[in-house]
Every structure is written in structure tokens, then in C-alpha cells.
């Protein structure tokens, strides 16, 4: 079933550009939940507090998740990720859930692919879920300590039992991809993508891969130091299901990194900036028109294969992003033999 689903998505990549979904935590900030709330009855009285802790409302308040991905899937993604940007036992240990993980996981695939099945049925077009990865909060390549270079607040092996853990919830949760995603640390996703290789091989199953990495700043790099051709060199040999950026940037200063991406990559780009950048307060002011002009462009000039929004993004830039892109040509890139 799983492979009938991976080439049904092939096919329809080959037509058209595919549209993933927005931002989670944007759309979640609208209900205004309250510790209460992240909470539930299945952490009543929980320290420290777990308000912000987005994952955990798989478990708490799974309704208002399955809420929030059927408003992407309405506004036309054809792709959804799971609520588990944070769902490691490495990113949950600050709230002392480290032992939710596996659950956290499960659950926030079970309510997607719930709320995936439901817009198949509704208006009969096949939608995708993707398992959401994210890099943790610690590094591997870089000293959280100005006075100890040499320190590491995480090593491999311990990044990759980590992510192992989540990425079996994932896939007894039913996810059709896995996207290792928001990427600052090309080491934090070599132990991501090796976890997936192991368990792929462990289960006997195959998983397309969607990688995703962040500009942290006008220098062009991700944070551990690589540019975007260094960084696809580094991870090409996974041979992903789609390669490119989020996060970090608005599409208007993503749009020359996406280019170089586009003459280097061979498999499929995918790109899903920001709503532009933060102002004063940390919030995102581009408007939905604004982002969906923007990345009609880059379609127009065959930069895209998968488009959808990150942080700020909401349902209604998804809208325009479909109304933007619709109709154009997908970026053609050159199968591998492996692929084809």
C-alpha cells in the first residue's frame, strides 16, 4: 500500500507542483491555549510547564491538531506534516516528557494521516502525509560554550537513538514520506537520515526522504557553517525525495539560494520560507498576497516542485500560493538511475 502511494505521488509530481501545508504554531496560537490546555487530563498538574510545547497536544487536545491540518488540506496542500517538530526525547527532556516521545509521535502521525484521509473522501484527490522531523535543540557540530570549543551537548550516537525512536512512531503511525526538516546542523541530519536507513532496513521497507535545510542569516550558510552547495554535497548521497529550504527567511531572500539549489540539485526542490521576516515583536506581517506573488515567481522561472509556508504562514497563504502556481510547469531536474 505504502508503494502504490509513493508512485501515485510521483505521478502527480511529474504534472504539477505539489503544495504542502503552513505553519502549525501559527494556526495554534489562534486558539490561545492555556497551560490547561497543553496540559489535559494526562498531565494535570505537570512541571515545568508545557505551554508552547506544541507536540504534546497530540496527546492532550488531539481534536484541535486534526483541526488545524484540515484547514491546510482545505486550503489545497497536498501535503501535511505532523505536530512533532519537537517530538525527540532529546527536544522533550526540557519538559521532562522524554519518556512521551515514541507516543508524541505516533499519535501526531495518527491524527494526520486521519485528516488526510478525510479530504481524499471528501473532494477524492489523493493527499500525503510527512513525517515532521526537526533538528532538536542541540548541536552536534558546534560548542554551546564559548570557553570549551572542544564540548558537544549531544553526540551522534545520542541524536541518532533519538531520532530512531521517533521515526518508528512515525511509521506505525502511517506516514507516506519522512522530512528531516529546518536543518542548521548538516551532522544533526547525517544521524537522522542514518536512523531512517537502519530502521528502513530493519523493517524491510523503503521511505522517500524529504530534506529541508535553514539559512541562519544574510551569509548564506546554515548555521554549522555549510552554503547551500556544501550542504547538498553533504547529503545528496541520501538520495532524497525532494531537497531545499525553510524557515530562517522570507521568500524574497530565499529566492538566490533557491537558484543555486535548482542548478545543482538532481532530485526534486522543495520550499517553504517564512512570511517574510520578523519585525520588532518576532511576528511575521507579509501578507498572503504578498507570499503568494512571490512564489508564483519562482515558479515562473522553474525554481519549484513542492511549495507550501513556514513560520507566520497561515491557511489563506496557502490559498494564494495555490491560486499563484497553479497551472505552471513543475522544474524539471535530470532522474538518476537510482530514481528512474
Not at 490561545?32 to 505551554?51: A, I, M, S, V
Not at 478525510?118 to 560548542?143: C, H, K, L, M, Y
Not at 512564489?295 to 497561515?314: K, R, S
Request: glycine fraction near 10%; include cysteine.
Amino acid at each position: 500500500m505504502r508503494e502504490n502511494r509513493l508512485e501515485t505521488l510521483k505521478k502527480l509530481m511529474k504534472t504539477r507542483i505539489l503544495i504542502t501545508d503552513g505553519a502549525m504554531g501559527t494556526s495554534l496560537q489562534k486558539y490561545k491555549l492555556t497551560e490547561e490546555d497543553f496540559c489535559g487530563e494526562l498531565l494535570k498538574g505537570h512541571f515545568p510547564l508545557l505551554q508552547g510545547n506544541n507536540d504534546i497536544l497530540n496527546l492532550t487536545l488531539p481534536k484541535v491538531v486534526h483541526e488545524v491540518h484540515m484547514t491546510y488540506l482545505n486550503a489545497g496542500s497536498d501535503i501535511i506534516g505532523t505536530n512533532t517538530f519537537g517530538a525527540t526525547s532529546i527536544a522533550q527532556a526540557d519538559y521532562g516528557l522524554e519518556e512521551y516521545a515514541y507516543e508524541i509521535n505516533l499519535k501526531g502521525a495518527e491524527i494526520a494521516v486521519s485528516a488526510a484521509k478525510q479530504a481524499e473522501i471528501a473532494d477524492n484527490n489523493p493527499r500525503f502525509v510527512a513525517g515532521a522531523i526537526g533538528p532538536t535543540n542541540r548541536t552536534a557540530s558546534i560548542s554551546p560554550d564559548v570557553n570549551d570549543p572542544g564540548f558537544r551537548a549531544v553526540t551522534y550516537d545520542d541524536l541518532k537513538k533519538s531520532y530512531g525512536e521517533q521515526v518508528r512512531g512515525l511509521i506505525a503511525g502511517g506516514v507516506d514520506i519522512l522530512l528531516i526538516e529546518t536543518i542548521f546542523d548538516t551532522l544533526n541530519a547525517k544521524a537522522a537520515a542514518f536512523a531512517i536507513d537502519e530502521i528502513c532496513q530493519e523493517l524491510g521497507i523503503k521511505m522517500p526522504v524529504m530534506i529541508s535545510g535553514t539559512i541562519s542569516d544574510k551569509s548564506g550558510r546554515v548555521l554549522s557553517g555549510q552554503t547551500p552547495e556544501a550542504f547538498w554535497n553533504s547529503l545528496s548521497h541520501v538520495r532524497p525525495f525532494s531537497f531545499g529550504l525553510n524557515c530562517g527567511l522570507g521568500a524574497t531572500e530565499m529566492r538566490s539560494y533557491v537558484s543555486d539549489l535548482s542548478k545543482l540539485v538532481d532530485v526534486p526542490i522543495c520550499v517553504y520560507p517564512n512570511a517574510g521576516l520578523p519585525n520588532e515583536f518576532g511576528e511575521y506581517d507579509e501578507s498572503p498576497q504578498a507570499t503568494g506573488k512571490l512564489l508564483g515567481e519562482f515558479a515562473d522561472n522553474g525554481l519549484l516542485n513542492i511549495v507550501g509556508g513556514c513560520c507566520g504562514t497561515t491557511p489563506d497563504h496557502i490559498r494564494e500560493i495555490v491560486k499563484n502556481v497553479q497551472g505552471k510547469k513543475p522544474r524539471q531536474y535530470t532522474l538518476t538511475k537510482q530514481e528512474s
